[in-house]
């Protein structure tokens, strides 16, 4: 029986343990980053690394892009275009908004299928296989990729291409803006002389955001969260999530998990 080909490019934080996954799953792998060390471990595991976007891509049924923002997957997707398979599927897992879904639609040939399949979770649920994947496309080209995105997590078909994209840009503003929101509570719980004021949010219908912002084996970066929180700007003036923005902006640390970045600023 003949072995579905993926190629997948981008192993940062979510990319490496999402590409682990398919490989441990059966799939014939093939991988790529732009920083070439980082295809090491997934090749004791299994994987081909290839050198160049082009080369991961030839001859791959599915095509996974999981990279930091809209210019880098458009690059990307630039340099690999005319070596795609004429009936490969390219499943783009980047958050880059709609906007940059439709970008990467035209820069792929019209006969090779696409969905957008952003994810809501971070490292520790992409090993795991927990991530929520929220999927857009043809009901066809989501058919064809819905045994390979069981394998990160629980799929949610959203509508026509750029519905997941939208989807998931909706929530990850709420999120980052909540979990802003619920550092500053708990400073103010704190200055008020609140006995234990993380348990007093974590009884309330904050919970899940406390839980964000506690959460040690997360690791979804300051320099993301304003990233997303950008593109949502992008589409609309939104001064809650603008000062949010503002806020993560004046971190030190850009590279520090969000809940952990959020916690140390309310208590300076």
Known sequence: MTTTRVAFLGL??????????????????????????????????????????????????????????????????EAF??????????????????????????????????????????????????????????????????DLLKVFGTVTECGGLGSGSARKLVLINAVVAGVAVVGEALALA???????????????????LVARAYATGADFSVAMAVKDLRLGAEVLDLPIMAAARQALESAPDHDADLGAAVLDMTRR
């Open 190 to 208: 704190e200055r008020l002389g609140l006995a234990d004021p993380r348990t007093a949010l974590e009884a309330s219908p904050l919970a899940p």
């Open 12 to 77: 940062g934080a979510m990319g490496a343990p999402m590409a682990a996954r398919l490989v441990r799953a059966g799939y014939d792998v093939v991988v790529w980053n732009r920083t070439a060390a980082r295809a090491e471990p997934l090749a004791a595991l299994g994987a081909k690394a290839a050198g160049t976007p082009a080369e991961a891509v030839a001859d791959a049924e599915f095509v996974v892009t999981m990279l930091s923002d809209p210019s880098a997957v458009a690059s990307v997707v």
């Open 81 to 146: 275009g005319p070596a795609l398979r004429a009936d490969a599927v390219l499943v783009e897992m980047s958050t880059v908004g709609p906007d940059g879904t439709g970008r990467v639609r035209e820069l792929i040939p019209a006969s090779v299928g696409m969905v957008d399949a952003p994810v809501m979770g971070s490292v520790d649920r992409a090993a795991s296989g927990e991530l929520a994947v929220l999927a857009g496309g043809s009901a066809a080209d989501l058919a064809r990729a819905a």
